[in-house]
């Protein structure tokens, strides 16, 4: 049985801790430094994760000691807005995810998450993820996508040089509607709105009602009349949608 | 007249006045009112035409007050300003009260009060199983936290802050000489404790607030029946106990009896919603009365709640809420339809009645006892600890929301905290004998809820205006806002799977996968299990308008004539969803009674909609069938999803004529212009009969309509080939409407 004692400093960083029901305990000895106990954490999470999915809330002897892991963790909490508990949490998901330790995602990882197979859209999202003609997610790139679905911060001071914050309204609807343009044309075009429309229909829906949802579809939104919906008729189309609440997520610390 | 003493207060002598007054001769001297007019006197002479009020006089009087009150709603509404200023409920309080100064002035007795049998047993219900039935469940189910606290806690808060604090200044001497003790105070804090559902819903309707905060304080003002019914049997029956008996033992049983009550209402609401759901299945061949099962169940409900002296008010919630989705899918349309409408009259016609009587319940010197310390506080301290509640609640679920709750909806909420017939229901049911001051409280009832209702009601959209709240939109989602939103909650449960966060989304999807596996196979017929896509409901849906804009701009054109018919037989009337199309299409072929030249290949499975349009059109040239009919046979059975409006005075579906001309005209247009370029004008002077101008104008308005359903598919999605041949239903259709 191993427990797990926290060094003073951790109290700071990481003033609260939480307890899940399957939470496994893991004691370090003491005087293991900290980038040692880091790496015995991780072994730990990797072992006991497939017991129960969300048992990664181990949390680390120091915060400090995973976050030195993370290269570039400052600017990434700065352009993402996250705070450093949910990037260890997010970086523990993450390693939980890459079982064969690569460091980075690929899409077999995604694929092999259990309850996204009853998603729709899942081949969608995962492609979210990945760049174009990037066949690997490095954590950052992980946790930027993620990013886009914190709550937006209201009270967030405007900077003059900082480009549009990651989880603002316009950068979600850019996500969303990236997920229907696979083509990256700026236009979402009627085959790719009847991908979407087929993977997201029954399969007793025939074809040809399919076409006249999205013809029906394209006919609403599309105010100049090329025929496909532009990223700013996308945006009109949903302006009256409140954005924050649905594309936001709590992120648990 | 033991039936009449229940429903109105006739004082005795008012009924000898009326047979003195009004009886004929026949009737003699008879003055008693159980025989009804058939008089023990004996008769001289045979009488061709008796006076016979007492024969009908409960019933007349029933059906004279409801009109009554119904047509001070017709008068308010001919003055449009005046319900845009004040809220409907304000004036027909306001209304009450010159009638019961026209009663009091006649009778000099109100003989008309509000009873709170008759308010409890046949107005109060219907109404709160219209809020069930038509509340929008994601957003309830979503909120329910937040309701649940605000429901339960804010109620008790307020109901132990109001009679502490009027006990305490009892205490200091402000109120002078009352014969009341800290138990009674109790007794009126919880009877005024409790937000109303009828007063909210009239003044929050008008007001149009965004949907998280109109649920919020609609499902509060419903819920927290549970929490009043307790506490105030609880404390009616410590009253009656004594304060020496109360103890430990007694309070614990109290909050036990509070779990009992609300759980046990709730349940039975749940059970009675199963049996209606199950009562469904069955009634396909019953399709006149299956609407009447909906009223009866439910109302059961209610009384077997009423029964067990468990809370009514959730078992009837509850019933309505759980009920709607499987009832909506087994029904026929005409049945839902039917309920729906049903509905919106009983609870709309009750609510105008309950607050006419409001009104005229006040016009009864009788009950007035002032004492200005009393009631002025009460009312203070109503408004003053609904404030303190409200924000100190909201700050507590603020830290766990996703979506915290602005300042600016917490002062719409606890603004918004008006009380109604509920309160004054209780208020009438407190025992004289045990309360001394029976009608101080129910006095300071009344113009506690006169002030809530007229003055904050009000004053409620002036305050929403200035303080901006984030009002919803009036408008239908339109179809890529629908799927947009569909797109976003798998969106946000995938992203929940991936970042291995468990969050509400998770707990729906997992309910929703349950319901699905479980339930619905009970529940719901198996055809209409098979037409639940929602996205396919929602193109039905807006297939629905277009249709109806076509028939209508084809009824005003006067060249739909062809399509009445009295000849039914001619009907096809599809409700299984798509398997008999190819029953249809041989008859398409073998029915062209116009000798058209070209065969018109169709594909194996059509869109119903398109296919029913044209298979009218070839079959009935001559022909004619109803307006109506011809929609229907639009129509797949897929079941409507009913936007909700928060309003029970519109019904959804019938949207106003601006927004079907919209869609009718963005329809038309864009058809026309696809029409003009390549195939109007080759058809047009082959095969047009000459006619007038304005005919052609009008059949241009007429046949991109028509056709925008199956030209839509057609066009794009057929070979040339086909796409030449399509069109030779231009001058088909052309032929057959100018004949």
Excluded at chain 2, 285 to 303: A, D, K, R
Excluded at chain 2, 400 to 417: C, F, K, N
Excluded at chain 2, 428 to 446: G, H, P, R, S, Y
Excluded at chain 2, 635 to 641: E, H
Aim: hydrophobic share 45%.
């Amino acid at each position: 049985m191993i427990m797990f004692f926290s060094s003073p400093s951790d109290v700071k960083n990481n003033g609260h801790r939480r307890f899940f029901p399957y939470c496994h305990i893991i004691l370090i000895p003491r005087g293991v430094s900290g980038h040692e106990s880091g790496g015995i954490t991780t072994f730990f999470a990797r072992r006991f994760h497939h017991v129960t999915d969300h048992s990664c809330a181990i949390i680390m002897g120091s915060g400090d000691s995973t976050l030195s892991k993370i290269p570039n963790v400052e600017e990434l909490m700065e352009e993402t807005g996250f705070s450093p508990a949910h990037v260890v949490r997010l970086y523990e998901r993450f390693q939980a995810l890459d079982k064969s330790k690569k460091g980075q995602l690929s899409r077999k990882d995604f694929e092999s998450i259990k309850e996204l197979a009853t998603n729709p859209i899942r081949d969608r999202i995962i492609g979210a993820f990945f760049a174009q003609g990037q066949e690997m997610v490095d954590f950052h790139t992980f946790v930027r996508i993620l990013a886009h679905f914190r709550p937006v911060d209201k009270n967030r001071p405007k900077k003059a040089n900082m480009q549009e914050p990651v989880n603002s309204r316009t950068s979600k609807l850019r996500f969303a509607f990236q997920l229907y343009d696979q083509d990256n044309d700026g236009k979402i075009s009627r085959n790719e709105l009847l991908q979407v429309l087929r993977t997201m229909l029954e399969m007793q829906v025939t074809d040809e009602q399919l076409e006249s949802i999205a013809d029906r579809t394209i006919q609403e939104a599309d105010l100049d009349g090329d025929n496909a919906i532009s990223f700013d008729e996308f945006r009109k189309s949903l302006e009256k949608v409140n954005i924050d609440h649905k594309m936001s997520i709590r992120f648990l610390r | 007249s033991c039936l009449e003493s229940m429903y109105f207060t006739h004082t005795p002598s008012e009924t000898a006045s009326a047979d003195t007054t009004h009886s004929g001769n026949s009737t003699g001297g008879n003055t008693t009112a159980e025989n009804g007019g058939h008089g023990a006197a004996a008769i001289t002479t045979l009488p061709i035409v008796t006076w016979k009020w007492h024969h009908v006089e409960l019933p007349y009087l029933i059906t004279l007050w409801v009109l009554v009150c119904w047509l001070v709603k017709l008068v308010l509404h001919l003055y449009k300003r005046l319900t845009i200023e004040i809220p409907e409920s304000a004036m027909l309080i306001l209304f009450g009260f010159i009638l019961g100064g026209m009663i009091w002035g006649a009778d000099k007795a109100q003989t008309f009060a509000l009873q709170p049998r008759t308010f409890f047993f046949f107005l109060l219900p219907q109404i709160i199983l219209d809020a069930g039935y038509f509340m929008p469940n994601k957003l309830f189910f979503s909120n329910m936290g937040a309701i649940l606290i605000f429901a339960i806690i804010g109620t008790v808060w307020n109901a132990v802050a109001v009679g502490l604090s009027l006990y305490g200044v009892y205490l200091g001497g402000a109120m002078g000489n009352l014969d009341i003790d800290i138990l009674q105070f109790m007794l009126f804090g919880s009877l005024l404790s409790a937000v109303d559902p009828v007063a909210v819903l009239a003044v929050f309707e008008e007001v149009h607030v965004n949907e998280v905060l109109f649920i919020l304080v609609f499902g509060e003002s419903l819920l927290n029946d549970g929490v009043t019914v307790v506490l105030y049997n609880v404390c009616d029956a410590f009253v009656s106990l004594g304060a020496d008996k109360i103890n430990a033992a007694e309070i614990i049983k109290g909050i036990v009896s509070f779990l009992v009550v609300a759980f046990g209402g709730s349940l039975i609401g749940v059970v009675f919603a199963i049996l209606l759901s199950l009562l469904t299945r069955c009634t396909k061949n019953l399709q006149i009365i299956e609407p009447g099962f909906i009223f009866v169940v439910s109302y059961l409900s209610y009384l077997t709640a009423e029964m067990l002296s468990l809370s009514s008010i959730l078992a009837i919630t509850f019933c309505g809420v759980c009920c709607q989705k499987y009832v909506n899918a087994n029904m026929a349309e005409s049945s839902v339809t039917t309920v729906k409408y049903a509905m919106k009259v009983l609870a709309n016609g009750s609510e105008t009645i309950i607050f006419v009587f409001l009104g005229i319940s006040a016009i009864d010197p009788n009950i007035w006892v002032w004492n200005t310390g009393f009631i002025l506080l009460t009312v203070l301290f109503v408004l003053v600890y609904r404030i303190i509640g409200v924000f100190v609640l909201t700050w507590m679920l603020n830290r766990y929301r996703l979506i915290p709750i602005e300042i600016i909806d917490q002062v719409i909420m606890s603004y918004g905290g008006l009380r109604g017939g509920v309160a004054y229901g209780l208020a009438v049911l407190l025992d004289q004998a045990k309360i001394k001051e029976k009608n101080l409280m129910l006095c300071t009832t009344l113009i506690v809820v006169y002030f809530t209702v007229i003055l904050q009601g009000v004053t409620m959209k002036p305050l929403v205006t200035w303080l901006k709240v984030k009002r919803s939109s009036k408008s239908e989602l339109c179809l890529i806002e629908k799927l947009q939103n569909r797109a976003f909650d798998h969106i946000l449960v995938a992203i929940e799977d991936i970042s291995g966060q468990i969050g509400h989304n998770y707990m729906r999807e997992k309910w929703n996968k349950f319901e699905e596996r479980f339930i619905r196979p009970l529940l719901m017929k198996t055809s209409a299990r098979k037409s639940q896509d929602q996205l396919f409901n929602v193109f039905h849906q807006l297939n629905l308008k277009d249709a109806i804009s076509y028939v209508a701009e084809g009824e005003r054109c006067g060249s739909l004539d062809f399509a009445r018919s009295d000849n039914d037989a001619n009907l096809v009337f599809k409700k299984k969803f798509g398997a008999d199309l190819s029953d249809i299409i041989p008859d398409i072929n073998s029915d062209l009674s116009d000798k058209d030249p070209y065969d018109i290949p169709l594909p194996s499975s059509l869109p119903s909609v398109c296919l029913d349009v044209e298979e009218e059109m070839r079959r009935k040239e001559v022909g004619d069938n109803n307006a109506h009919h011809l929609l229907q046979t639009h129509l797949y059975k897929a079941r409507k999803q009913h936007r909700h409006r928060y309003s029970r005075k519109e019904t959804g579906v019938n949207k106003d004529e601006n927004e079907v001309q919209e869609i009718f005209q963005r329809t038309m247009r864009s058809r026309l212009e696809s029409f003009k370029s390549t195939k109007m004008g080759v058809s047009q002077n082959k095969k047009l009969k000459p006619s007038k101008k304005d005919q052609v104008h009008k059949v241009c308005l007429l046949l991109p309509t028509a056709n925008a359903c199956y030209m839509q598919f057609y066009n794009l999605t057929f070979s040339p080939r086909c796409q030449m041949e399509t069109s030779q239903i231009i001058p088909v259709m052309m032929k057959v409407i100018m004949t």
